[in-house]
């Protein structure tokens, strides 16, 4: 058995290198927000779950990613914009089906969907407002 | 060797395309099942309720994930759909992955009788089949 958390969180970072909607950057950081950083709109990869699903001479696993968009803006913040990151990160990862994420060659990723898509409900503090949307993909991988 | 239990994958299930000669493993299984049952023969009459044992009947089923271009030495569902479709006659074998003294093997002849291949949205391709034996089932135990 090998362990592949750190393999999806590069092919993540990877596949989310430059990632940018409307022009606006949305940085993806791993748990937390790095010290120091102080961006409007980001995404945190978090929440990593495994589930074996080998076969008798092969081990597998069912790996959950959860993507939790974050984005404040000023006097108000309707969601759009987190929707919109949101509609960006099905276009760049899962854009089709079949979408899977690339890795090396100690795995290999034979399908992904969508298991849960929620939006947190609107917090405040002073003038900013927070609008915040959850996402969370299943990962079926072969370990090879 | 003392007395000692095993787990599913310590066992394996191969065949042998030629009939019993060089047998190669099934891949890529998530289980297989041996079955065996005696038929009942009922000889009852107004004298005594009798039952006799009658014939054997065994089958192998298994199921497991679909590989592709897996080159040769191992048996995937591609080759054993190839195998039951030329109805060939294959030897198989349960055999555990490292015998020791006391583990039991269990070999024969069979024919492949069904092949159920699944594609689902988002899972990996699965297949499941089965071998009705032919013939007697020998099983040794390694000393």
């Known amino acids: 058995m090998k362990s592949v958390n750190y393999k999806l969180r590069e092919a ?15 940085p993806i950081y791993y748990l937390e927000l790095p010290q120091g950083e102080e961006v409007d709109n980001y995404i945190i990869l978090s929440e990593v779950g495994n589930s074996e ?88 991988i072969f370990i090879k | ?52 044992p009658g014939l054997i009947t065994e089958t192998i089923e298994f199921e ?7 080159g040769a030495g191992k048996q995937t569902g591609v080759d054993l759909y190839a195998l039951m479709l030329a109805k060939t006659k294959i030897g198989w074998q349960i055999v555990p992955l490292t015998p020791t003294t006391g583990d039991a093997t269990k070999s024969g002849k069979g024919y492949l009788f069904n092949i159920s291949e699944n594609y689902s949205l988002n899972e990996p391709c699965v297949f499941t089949s089965s071998i009705k034996v032919a013939g007697a089932t020998t099983q040794t135990i390694t000393v």
């Open chain 1, 53 to 140: 699903s080998g076969t008798m001479d092969r081990h597998g696993t069912d790996i959950t990613m959860q993507l939790a968009v974050y984005t404040v803006q000023q006097y108000g913040n309707s969601g759009k914009f987190a929707d919109e990151i949101c509609n960006a990160i099905f276009q760049l990862i899962y854009p089709t089906p079949t979408s899977v994420l690339s890795f090396a060659s100690d795995f290999q990723m034979v399908g992904m969907k969508l298991t849960r898509d929620s939006s947190e409900n609107l917090s405040t503090e002073g003038n900013d407002y927070f609008a915040n949307r959850l996402l969370t993909f299943e990962h079926k």
């Open chain 1, 12 to 26: 993540y970072v990877t596949a989310f290198a430059g990632f940018a909607v409307n022009a606006i950057t949305v």
């Open chain 2, 1 to 52: 060797m003392a007395a000692h239990q095993l787990q599913g994958q310590d066992y394996i299930l191969k065949i042998d395309p030629t009939g019993g000669v060089t047998y190669e493993t099934v891949v890529c299984l998530k289980s297989f099942d041996f079955n065996s049952e005696v038929a009942e023969v009922d000889a009852s009459s107004f004298c005594e309720s009798v039952i006799l």
């Open chain 2, 64 to 70: 497991g994930i679909q590989l592709f271009d897996n």
